[in-house]
């Protein structure tokens, strides 16, 4: 049972991915969603002055226009970690 379980209700297998586990501190994770659906998980470290996205699709591959506005959400955050800029990857 993780910390978000609760009691008749099913958790999504997703969810075990993005809880922080001892030794995460540095480490977000969180869901990349296209509409109300989730599509990817990721991560975010801060590599030097960039913050560096990783996603790992969950299921069909994610588009380009889907990492390109990823990108642009990642954009904003940089700055909220101290960063100048981003750089996206995805996981194989």
């Known amino acids: 049972m993780t910390r978000f379980s609760w009691p008749g209700i099913e ?4 969810l075990r991915s993005i ?15 296209s509409g109300s659906e989730v599509i990817a998980t990721w991560t975010a470290r801060k590599q030097g002055r960039l913050l560096a996205i990783t996603l790992d699709p969950l299921g069909a ?3 380009r226009r889907t990492r390109d506005a990823i ?7 940089a700055p909220l970690r101290g960063c100048v800029g981003t750089r996206v990857e995805v996981a194989d």
Not at 19 to 33: D, E, K, Q, Y
Not at 71 to 77: I, N, V
């Open 19 to 33: 809880t922080p586990s001892c030794g995460a501190a540095r480490t977000i994770l969180g869901v990349a969603l």
């Open 61 to 63: 591959p994610l588009d």
């Open 71 to 77: 990108g642009d959400e990642a954009t904003l955050l």
């Open 11 to 14: 958790t999504p297998w997703w």
